[in-house]
């Protein structure tokens, strides 16, 4: 639902909107985008839009008596969701950017009636737009369909949260313990410890602490009294944490008007990056939390990318490659975890034999079938992912995924299908190759690019290059898919799966998560070792109750 549709009126402009928000204290709206995300229910299990019945409540509150029967109607007649989680980033962000000449006075309840809301906040999800561009070429219409739609996962991920801090909770207690000393060329806690003055499990209390916080409030919501969100340092009174690691921690997650960002233009339309950085507004010693699901992403943007912003420039790709061997590291703990034994030979960094050459990241053999896998971390920066911009799309799946995903994928399947003295036994038997990429980054399971990436994959492979053996289409996708997905594998082969991918959607446009019915949104399901391996203990210990909480 937009307001120039609602209202019958031109599309607002970027500027037109920041000259009205100037009207208003930031304080304001800040604490007002808490309150909503509160109470609209946004964050846990990837919900980005309230449930119908909490909307109904919301319209009247929001929107002056005028508008409330004409908002209604374009909710439950023609179906036009008028709240979803994207909305009050958009408003956030734009209000961090904005640098009034004559800031008003900082008062929180001079902000704007609560039934002027509303407006503002259909407004704001209408900046969330980038016009149709049409280009002629295949491959440019694979990634002009990517560079369109891959803002859309910062505005909606099918990721819950929670979900995502326990991934790389795994990853620093799980797997990093499990790689070879000798590979590893970090220590993470001594890198850590350069930018932060706490230690790494410290930090992760904190980040469980403060999500408690927020899915309690989101829990007592009850909808009839007024909503705080407020996350005060009294709250850590009862701990034995002491104050000056609390000041700590506030500081780095957190922003105030005193600390506001430098004024900048917006990458496009799904850039929230400081937010993302810093999700949590600090305003009289009281933090507001501004988004459920980047504050949940603060343990992994701490560790990996502001540590990597600390580096010297020589040190800034090794200390991505060792989070890349992680990452390799993290699939075959999960196939090892969760695929059924008697459906799957894992085989992780395979090499030929009689040789140190790797065929590829992982191999699964499901029967006569093997799926060889590239993993790849790397990362689509900012600029690029929110540009809308196909030519820097393009760029960066032919300088990332094809040049060291297809094209390392195309050499194996030319060498294992050859057949010679350097294959290894196991694969002697083959019949069928799937070729698999899974990335980090979302852009592995978004719109058009497995069709992009099979495309440069078939237009390099050669009948003659695999001597009988059937080359499926290459498959991408992104972790969460696997993660959502992974459940399935205690009855279901890897391989099938990936054929079922290939079946459902044979032209490979839509997202993994789009053709396989098996992947679930939210929270991934059955994945007991996920929430087994987490073993922290809840900060907040009050006397009065058991001495220690688990999560």
């Not at 909490?54 to 319209?59: C, E, F, M, N, P």
């Not at 996920?530 to 210990?541: F, G, M, P, R």
């Amino acid at each position: 639902m937009t307001w120039s549709e609602l209202v019958n009126g031109p599309r607002i402009t970027k500027e037109q909107f920041q000259s009205q928000l100037g009207k208003y204290p930031k304080c304001s709206i800040l604490i007002a985008c808490t309150k909503l995300s509160v109470g609209l229910g946004y964050g846990p299990n990837a919900r980005s839009i309230p449930a119908d019945d909490v909307a109904d409540i919301h319209i009247p509150i929001l929107f002056p008596p005028s508008l409330v029967p004409e908002v209604y109607k374009w909710f439950h007649e023609m179906g036009r969701i008028p709240f979803f989680n994207g909305q009050l980033r958009s408003l956030a962000a734009e209000t961090i950017r904005l640098q009034p000449a004559d800031p008003v006075p900082e008062i929180p309840e001079n902000g704007p009636e609560n039934d002027q809301f509303g407006e503002l906040i259909l407004k704001s999800g209408e900046l969330l737009y980038k016009k149709h561009v049409t280009v002629e070429n295949e491959l440019d219409r694979y990634a002009n369909i990517a560079a369109e739609f891959l803002p859309i996962y910062e505005i909606a991920s099918a990721t819950d949260p929670l979900f995502s801090f326990l991934r790389f909770y795994i990853w620093l207690t799980k797997i990093v313990p499990r790689i070879p000393k000798n590979l590893l060329k970090f220590t993470l806690e001594v890198e850590f410890k350069k930018v932060f003055p706490f230690p790494i499990i410290t930090y992760a209390e904190f980040i469980v602490t403060f999500a408690l916080h927020a899915l309690q409030e989101r829990q007592n919501q009850t909808y009839d009294k007024p909503i705080d969100g407020t996350l005060r340092k009294s709250w850590f009174k009862k701990t034995t944490v002491p104050e000056t690691t609390i000041d700590q921690m506030f500081d780095t997650v957190s922003f105030s008007l005193d600390k506001m960002p430098n004024p900048k233009d917006t990458l496009g339309y799904g850039d929230f990056e400081f937010l993302k950085d810093r999700p949590y507004f600090l305003f009289n010693d009281d933090m507001y939390m501004l988004d459920y699901e980047f504050a949940l992403g603060k343990l992994e943007s701490a560790v990996v990318w502001r540590v990597l912003r600390s580096l010297p420039k020589n040190k800034k790709e090794p200390w991505l490659s060792y989070w890349g061997l992680v990452f390799e590291e993290y699939l075959t703990w999960m196939f090892e975890i969760y695929a059924a034994p008697d459906l799957h030979q894992v085989y992780p960094s395979p090499k030929y034999a009689n040789s140190t050459d790797q065929i590829c990241d992982q191999i699964i053999i499901c029967g006569d079938t093997a799926a060889l896998i590239e993993a790849k971390l790397a990362t689509c920066t900012a600029a690029d992912r929110y540009s809308c911009d196909y030519q820097k799309i393009e760029a960066y799946l032919e300088d990332k995924l094809a040049a060291k995903g297809v094209n390392q994928l195309l050499n194996a399947v030319k060498r294992v299908g050859t057949k010679g003295a350097d294959v290894p036994d196991y694969l002697a038997g083959i019949k069928k190759i799937i070729p698999v990429i899974i990335t980090r980054d979302d852009l592995g399971g978004c719109w058009g690019v497995n069709a992009y990436l099979n495309r440069r994959f078939k237009d390099q492979l050669s009948k003659e290059s695999h001597n009988g053996i059937d080359v499926t289409s290459l498959v991408s996708m992104n972790i969460s898919c696997l993660e959502r997905m992974m459940w399935v594998m205690e009855k279901k082969a890897f391989t099938d799966v990936m054929k079922d991918r290939i079946d459902a959607d044979p032209t490979l446009c839509q997202p993994f998560d789009a053709a396989v019915k098996y992947v679930q949104p939210g929270a991934a399901p059955r994945l007991h070792a996920h929430v087994e391996a987490y073993s922290l203990v809840c900060l907040v210990s009050y006397v009065d109750s058991t001495p220690t909480r688990p999560v």
